[in-house]
């Protein structure tokens, strides 16, 4: 377990179901922000803010890819893999646990892709 965004912060983005669904769609394979917004039926605005709200509480992780024509773009992937909430004598108390286990893969494959 790691540490946790405050648990009012958590618990509201939490109960947007864009954030949701983003961090259900990332969870096996990263996908890039049109790709989300295409399968999520959903403006591309609303899915770069969910984005970055999801990124900036450290349930989802940033790639940047290049393809075979030099283009760079972003993939994301779901970080979040466990949130405990604990109601406590001083209020409620949040324990996330992440998902990095391809991350180190990731980021070199990444950075391999880039060089070529």
Do not use: K, Q
């Amino acid at each position: 377990m790691s540490d946790a965004p405050p648990p009012d912060e958590t618990l509201a983005l939490l109960g947007d179901e864009y954030a949701r669904a983003i961090l259900i769609a990332t969870r096996s394979e990263p996908m890039t922000a049109d790709a989300l917004a295409e399968a999520l039926d959903a403006a591309p605005s609303t899915v770069y803010d969910r984005i970055d709200d999801l990124t900036g509480a450290g349930f989802l992780s940033e790639t940047t890819r290049a393809d075979d024509r030099g283009n760079h773009y972003a993939e994301y992937r779901a970080r979040l893999d466990r949130l405990g909430l604990e109601l406590t004598d001083e209020g409620f108390e949040l324990a996330v646990s992440h998902r990095d286990r391809d991350e180190p893969a990731a980021r070199l494959h990444a950075l391999w892709s880039d060089l070529r």
